[in-house]
């Protein structure tokens, strides 16, 4: 069964970075495209990237386009977001999930397997 994990988040000033990380506890993730979503408090929750099974195909939401990329080590079972230029704008709960679709997707019901999630804080 695939039990995803995420980490690397916390409390960055404005402008910082920051790198998540999602493994796999369970099963591999290799066959699976997984995406990085957020929810911020009060909103609902939104796409933030994806990416397909091979690393080959990448998408991202327009707010996060030239400072976040997604990328993925199959050979570690781990999926990252590489998040700099930080604002404040993009504190939120940041959950990675997996999907068994072929290709990378934005919409949130396509994808079984969700992790907790983990608490990114930009202070401005």
């Known amino acids: 069964q695939v039990q995803l994990v995420e980490s690397g988040g916390g409390l960055v000033q404005a402008g910082g970075s920051l790198r998540l990380s999602c493994a796999d506890s369970?099963?591999?993730?290799?066959?699976?495209?997984m995406g990085w979503f957020r929810q911020a408090p009060g909103k609902e929750r939104e796409f933030v990237a994806a990416i397909n099974w091979s690393g080959s195909n990448t998408i991202y939401t327009d707010t996060v386009k030239g400072r976040f990329t997604m990328s993925r080590d199959n050979a570690k079972n781990t999926v990252y977001l590489q998040m700099d230029s930080l604002k404040p704008e993009d504190t939120a709960v940041y959950y990675c999930?997996?999907?068994?679709?072929?290709?990378?997707?934005?919409?949130?019901?396509?994808?079984?397997?969700w992790g907790q999630g983990t608490q990114v804080t930009v202070r401005s």
């Open positions: 999930a997996g999907t068994a679709k072929y290709n990378p997707s934005r919409v949130g019901y396509d994808y079984t397997y």
């Open positions: 369970g099963r591999t993730v290799n066959s699976l495209s």
